[in-house]
């Protein structure tokens, strides 16, 4: 620890956004889970997140990550399931059971005590009768970032 409390050493810290700010529509296939891959990072302090959508702990420690992903809801949408994952395994979940038109911004927002080379990915589940739904896909509305707390 350094003198003022705070994490010695390195910083670490990323924000992954996708590549433009505006709202792109993207189809993404329903019914199974899509790995989602924010691929432009605003920064990456520590090297810590790829854009292949893998967060790597540099060390052991707790980081605080947050998540939002904007969803199109169709009339026939069932849930839509945000999940983070740590080593392959589902370890949050933001679930929006939407059944009206209009956009649904899935948010997690969490700490985890992860040990040195743990992976953090996202994945998504949107439920519906069609074969694709949309992701309104802009750094001003769906962004992954993550930082150490100690």
Known sequence: MSQGGGVAGPKVGFEAVPPTDTAKLIAVPTNKLYALKFNKESYDDGG??????????????VFHFDIAVAVDATSFAGLST?????NGNSHRESVNPSRNSGTVTLIISTNLKLAKGDKVTLSLYLQAE???RNLYWGSRYSYFTGNQVY
Do not use: I, M, R, W
């Open 130 to 132: 069609e074969t694709t």
């Open 82 to 86: 945000l999940k983070l994952n740590v």
């Open 48 to 61: 810590v997140y790829d854009t292949s959508g893998v967060f790597t702990a540099p060390v052991a420690g």
